[in-house]
Nanobody, 126 residues
C-alpha cells in the first residue's frame, strides 16, 4: 500500500504559476505509475497528467499541454505538477493518484488507480 499527501495548492491570479507536490509513503514508490487528476466544481474528475515509473514517459490532457509539467523524484518519493499560465478554468481540487504498473505503463483513467490523496484546492481568479 501507499499513502499520498498533496500540498502546494492555493489562490492565484490568472497567468500565475503554482507547483503541486505529492509525497508518498513506503519504500516502493518507483514501482508506481503516478497521476494528477482534478475535479472542477460541479464536474467529474478528469485526468491532468500521468507519469510512468521511471519518469521517462508522460501524458498530458489537451487542456494543459504546454502549460503543465509532471515530474517525479524517486529518491524523495515525490511527484510534482508544475503549473504555468494558469487560467480560471484550471480551478479545481487536484488529486494525486498511484498505481502499481509495468515499467512503461502510464494509465490515464481515474478508474485505473487504486490509491488517492485527499486533494488540494487550486483557485485561479481572473
Amino acid at each position: 500500500q501507499v499513502q499520498l499527501v498533496e500540498s502546494g495548492g492555493g489562490l492565484v491570479q490568472a497567468g500565475d504559476s503554482l507547483r503541486l507536490s505529492c509525497a508518498a509513503s513506503g519504500r516502493t514508490f518507483s514501482s508506481y505509475a503516478m497521476g494528477w487528476f482534478r475535479q472542477p466544481p460541479g464536474k467529474e474528475r478528469e485526468s491532468v497528467a500521468v507519469i510512468n515509473r521511471s519518469g521517462g514517459s508522460t501524458y498530458y490532457a489537451d487542456s494543459v499541454k504546454g502549460r503543465f509539467i509532471i515530474s517525479r523524484d524517486n529518491t524523495k518519493n515525490t511527484v510534482y505538477l508544475q503549473m504555468s499560465s494558469l487560467k480560471p478554468e484550471d480551478t479545481a481540487i487536484y488529486y494525486c493518484a498511484a498505481q502499481q504498473a509495468a515499467p512503461y505503463y502510464r494509465p490515464i483513467r481515474a478508474n485505473d488507480y487504486d490509491y488517492w490523496g485527499q486533494g488540494t484546492q487550486v483557485t485561479v481568479s481572473s
